[in-house]
């Protein structure tokens, strides 16, 4: 049976390291922070490792079947109608392959950042930053309720807040860091309230009863659940698509990715790690977790998630293709790749062969992580060297960021699905998927990774070759800790095709061959192929051919540049509906109105007392006329009126 | 325990002041006597859990009971539960903040801190009692202190904003007396008891009657949309101290009050209102933060997130669950934590750049860190974070209104989920704008960072927020079963 002990640490050492770093970081540490940081990590990671092993290999199975296993829950916080938020563990093989992938991703992008980050002013805080994130992102994937994942979803939220307003001088550093928050905040919105009717309909905070009680067809949960509606849609597919907006939000899914490309605002190593390789994939994993409930009872919110998942894939990848900012291309291009993910799990189905979608997406998860992981830090080491991400300052680097250039080839090549690099596996079993459930998602899909060839290796060629070499600069690659993980990460995309992952990771636990087709592969990497040839002939030199064929199509190139107005709808919506009509309003109304009244009233008060106060004149002549009146009056009352 | 304690102790604190000659014996007395405070809340929660854990299940404990004034009935009676016991610790962890930000008052200091001390007795007072007079008299010494405090220490038009306040203060007072007088002669028996009156049959039409002025009447303390108005004004005229005290303690008053009272001794009212309170609720948790996010002086940020956030607390008590309730007495501690934290840091940035205006401010972060940091915190706590209170209060009573299936509840549940985007939109705008960006002005660079009496308080404030945000459970079991109690009868209406 999995060690609670070391199960509990590795959340908890990045933890300690937040706080010890946050805390002391400035005062003790200094200068050797990141070397603590990275320490307590690295014992994380090697944890991992020994739990992932012991888990796959020796407790994880039950008759041939990987289980949930939950070797720890601790009530956290019991409301009285019978629901307990539970802080737990869930182990099951796309959580433990998570944590692989957190804690792995997260050292080296902490070693890398030794070197990328010396310097800074707030170095230690870097540093806590970078293990506050690194804790919630593995207590988000641990978490066996929820309403814990939740907790954790926004803890991820924040970190991801705080580093990319790092640079927190910078005014759009900070708008970007907003932005990000917010827009998150408004897709946990949906989250929350998802978690709250799938609450209340399956009586269960936790996921595997939840699960069990919305699966299994006889429960009365799940009959309540279906029967009860809302505006025609069941209230188990409103619960689960609500959630999903929760992991749209946080995966940058159209329409809701408007963050992500101004994220880059953070250093460039977060970029890798968060808005990358792990932050990002929350909602893929989210989807993931659910996944039994939504391929057996709610198979329309599958549709849902692949049409959002094709669209993002698709626009993405779009997009892509016009931008100039090296970050901002690795930004679309991980939205575009979270969409493959995304459509993977809404073509599967569930159980044995059914489910080779949820296998090669996980699968992709997985390989992306390494591949994107890399593509970010090789694009720190060439924005170190050239001090700016715009491509036009770029050109020429191949001879003097020799390593970068053939770690970043390898990662493009993994990323276009060129045979035998990792990308080309995960993403033959997405589209085989695809193919096998609905044709329609698997043209638009063929028709995307062509285009992810294309914008890769224009961004190669751009980069690396293009002009004749740039004046030279002083310094060369980064030295040995950025380069490390550099070469670490480019072993993992080239080799890590070749992992049989349906033996690990399959919906129902149980043992899954990824189905490989040679013939079904000509189609995707011809294409693929193509790609990289056009991106070739149009940047491998300097040619006016790229700006030749953008002003031939002078107005489509412009609407996919300014990214469909996508950010000047919402800009649009937040300043001139939210803002304008209706905060100003309520501002006003509050100040005017009803504050209005209130001072009325006192100023009627003070009117009617000015006018009254005459009669207290103090002068006895006055008094003794109201006396008279008195009595007179008192007379005819108690004589004509009351007749006394 | 003797609960009389709670009230003796600032008593002396308050007399020892007197004595005292100058400013800084002033102060440390007053310090002294605030730890003392501190002390004996803690004490009290400790014996009050060892009670409990001992299986005294008895709904009011440490009761001490002596006639006042017999001939109309009334009575010191003083108790404790788990809500009362939650406000106490509240009361304490802000009273000995207040006091430690205060430090550096310069004008009639032994008056100002003698104030400080009148309304924290108040307030003791207030969530001890068990009988409604003297409930409303311990009410009523709490109002006149802050009437002082913003009319002679405030800032900017603060006649006019003593006088709202105070008015409108002693109109919800009003309200509160006909109510309680109406409770009073309705029973069959003669009694301003708490206890008892909860067990007399009043009929159901007295109820409908009574009901909206006690609820209406406390509402006006703890910002009942739309008596909230003296709310922003009030706090932006007040000293830091007294915005800590006003938003803190004084506002938690009127949501004990509407809890403890309106609907303990009237739940066939508070059943009747309750889609009407419910959607008051939700329109000032809305309305607020809306109104919230246009504001442009920090203190006017805080006073109209207060709106919106003490909206939590009336949904949590309309929507008559005992998780709701549980969650909005939550709500209030830690709110009360958090906008008393809050307000000592506006305080701290004002004393030290002289403006509160957003615009003008920028980029404190890198001159005066640990300020900014714990603005950092008390903003993420505001809008609602995970490991802070105010998720946990949010959270708790989102979960109890989500038992109501009926459509006005579903609706309000909804609208005040809401909020938690629009907060993070002002929250982050003022954080954005003050704490982060460039440094505005040059004369900012050379302004120094938190005092160490600065530094003691806010690591005090935080504490609470950070121990109720991590470890909730304490707080939940504290808190709930009092909750059962005020809910039993209406839960007994429905069966």
Request: aromatic share 14%; net charge positive.
């Amino acid at each position: 049976m999995p060690n609670v002990i070391i199960l509990v640490l590795i959340p908890f050492l990045p933890l300690a390291s937040f706080l010890i770093l946050g805390l002391f970081g400035k005062s003790i540490f200094r200068n050797t922070s990141g070397l603590a940081g990275t320490l307590s990590l690295f014992v994380s990671f090697l944890l991992s490792i020994y739990t992932s092993f012991g888990y796959f290999f020796e407790y994880g199975k039950a008759n041939g079947i990987y289980q949930k296993l939950v070797p720890l829950k601790l009530s956290w916080l019991e409301f009285s109608n019978g629901l307990s938020i539970d802080m737990g563990i869930i182990l099951d093989p796309i959580s433990v392959m998570m944590i692989m992938v957190v804690t792995f991703i997260s050292l080296m992008v902490h070693i890398y950042s030794l070197t990328y980050m010396k310097g800074e002013e707030r170095f230690s805080t870097y540093y806590s930053y970078l293990s506050l994130f690194t804790f919630s992102m593995l207590g988000l994937v641990l978490s066996s309720n929820i309403f814990q994942i939740y907790i954790f979803w926004e803890l991820v939220g924040v970190s991801s807040f705080l580093l990319i307003g790092f640079y927190y001088n910078k005014p759009s550093a900070v708008a970007a860091s907003k932005k990000a928050f917010i827009v998150t905040r408004f897709a946990d919105l949906g989250f929350l309230i998802g978690i709250l009717v799938l609450s209340f309909y399956s009586g269960t905070l936790d996921f595997n009863t939840l699960i069990q009680r919305l699966t299994s067809p006889g429960s009365g949960e799940l009959k309540t659940a279906v029967t009860t509606s809302f505006l025609g849609i069941s209230a188990l597919n409103w619960g689960l698509a609500l959630v999903f907006m929760g992991g749209a939000g946080k995966s940058a899914l159209f329409p809701l990715h408007i963050w992500l490309p101004d994220a880059m605002e953070g250093p460039t190593p977060v970029s890798a790690l968060i808005h990358a390789a792990t932050m990002v994939v929350a909602g893929v994993y989210l989807v993931a977790r659910l996944f039994p409930v939504l391929a057996l009872s709610a198979p329309e919110v599958l549709e849902l998630i692949t049409l959002v998942g094709v669209i993002t894939a698709l626009i993405a990848a779009l997009i892509a293709c016009t931008q100039t900012d090296i970050k901002r291309v690795l930004a679309y291009s991980t939205m575009s790749q979270i969409g493959f993910m995304m459509f993977a799990l809404g073509v599967s189905g569930y159980g044995g062969s059914n489910g080779i979608g949820f296998t090669a997406s996980m699968f992709h998860l997985f390989t992306h992580a390494l591949f994107k992981a890399l593509l970010f830090l090789g694009a720190g080491s060439v924005i170190h060297y050239v001090h700016s991400n715009e491509m036009k300052d770029m050109g020429g680097l191949k001879k003097h960021l020799p390593i970068t250039h053939i770690t970043f080839l390898i990662a493009c090549l993994a990323i276009a699905g060129v045979p035998p690099f990792s990308g080309f596996f995960s993403k033959e079993g997405i589209l085989l998927a695809a193919y096998e459930h609905n044709p329609a998602v698997f043209w638009l899909a063929l028709a995307t990774s062509g285009l992810t060839a294309y914008y890769m290796f224009r961004l190669y060629f751009r980069i690396f070759w293009y002009k004749a070499s740039q004046q030279h600069k002083h310094h060369g690659e980064g030295g040995f800790a950025m380069m490390l993980p550099l070469i670490l990460l480019a072993v993992g995309a080239a080799v890590a095709g070749f992992i049989p992952f349906g033996r690990f990771v399959s919906s129902d636990g149980s043992l899954l061959t990824l189905p490989f087709h040679w013939l079904f592969s000509i189609a995707p990497v011809t294409l693929g192929l193509l790609g990289i040839f056009s991106a070739m002939v149009l940047f491998k030199k300097e040619n006016g051919k790229a700006d030749q064929i953008s002003s031939f199509m002078s107005r489509v190139y412009k609407l996919v540049y300014h990214k469909f107005y996508v950010d000047e709808i919402y800009l649009f919506i937040t300043r001139k509906v939210l803002f304008s009509m209706v905060g100003r309003p309520a501002a006003w109304i509050d100040r005017n109105i009803i504050d209005g009244l209130v001072n009325l009233s006192g100023a009627t008060t003070k009117a009617v007392s000015e006018r009254i106060k005459v009669i207290q004149s103090g002068k006895v002549q006055h008094y003794g006329l109201y006396f008279l009146f008195g009595v007179i009056g008192l007379g005819v009352l108690l004589i004509y009126v009351i007749k006394f | 325990m003797n609960l009389t304690l709670l009230i003796i102790a600032p008593l002396i604190t308050a007399v020892t002041m007197l004595l005292m000659r100058n400013a800084q014996q002033v102060k440390w007395t007053s310090l002294v006597g605030s730890a003392i405070q501190l002390v004996l809340a803690f004490a009290l929660l400790f014996v009050f859990q060892n009670e409990r854990s001992a299986g005294n299940t008895e709904q009011m404990l440490f009761q001490q009971n002596y006639t006042w004034f017999s001939a109309w009935n009334i009575h010191f009676h003083v108790g404790v539960d788990g809500i009362s016991v939650a406000m106490i610790l509240l009361t304490a962890f802000v009273v000995i903040a207040g006091v430690l930000v205060s430090w550096n008052v310069q004008k009639m200091v032994k008056e100002f801190y003698l104030m400080l001390i009148l309304l924290s007795i108040g307030a003791y007072g207030f969530f001890l009692s068990l009988d409604l007079f003297l409930l409303f008299f311990f009410l009523e010494i709490a109002v006149l202190p802050k009437f002082l405090l913003i009319g002679i220490w405030g800032s900017g038009e603060k006649e006019y904003s003593a006088n709202k306040l105070a008015l409108m203060l002693m109109g919800g007072s009003a309200l509160v007396l006909v109510g309680l007088l109406g409770v009073y002669f309705a029973g069959s028996e003669r009694t301003f008891d708490l206890l008892k009156l909860s067990r007399l049959p009043i009929p159901q039409e007295t109820q409908r009657l009574l009901f909206p002025l006690l609820f209406a009447g406390f509402g006006v303390f703890t910002a009942l949309f739309p008596f909230h108005t003296w709310v922003p004004d009030g706090h932006s005229s007040a000293p830091t101290a007294g915005s800590m005290f006003l938003a803190g303690i004084s506002m938690k008053l009127g949501g004990y009050g509407c809890l403890r009272v309106a609907t303990y001794i009237l739940p066939e009212g508070a059943k009747e209102y309750s889609t009407i309170i419910i959607a008051l609720a939700a329109i000032a948790i809305l309305y607020g933060a809306f109104a919230t996010m246009m504001q442009k002086d920090l203190k006017y940020i805080n006073a109209y997130s207060s709106v919106s956030h003490c909206g939590f607390v009336l949904l949590g008590i309309g929507m008559l669950t005992k998780t709701a309730i549980t969650g909005a007495v939550i709500q209030m501690v830690s709110h009360g934590l958090m906008t008393a934290l809050f307000f000592a840091v506006i305080g701290m940035i004002y004393d030290r750049t002289h403006t509160r205006s957003v615009k003008k401010l920028g980029g404190l972060l890198k001159v005066m860190p640990f300020i900014t940091t714990i603005f950092f915190i008390v903003g993420l706590c505001s809008l609602g974070l995970p490991g802070f209170s105010g998720f946990v209060a949010e959270m708790t009573v989102f979960m109890g209104s989500w038992e109501r299936p009926e459509i006005p509840y579903r609706v309000a549940t909804i609208a005040a989920c809401m909020s938690i985007v629009v907060t993070a939109v002002y929250i982050l705008r003022a954080i954005g704008q003050t704490a982060m960006g460039p440094v505005t002005e040059e004369r900012y660079m050379t302004l120094k960072d938190a005092s160490w009496n600065e530094k003691l308080a806010a690591v005090i404030l935080i504490t609470g927020i950070v121990v109720i945000g991590v470890a909730p459970f304490w707080l939940n079991d504290l808190v709930a079963p009092g909750a059962h109690h005020i809910i039993e009868k209406i839960s007994q209406l429905n069966n």
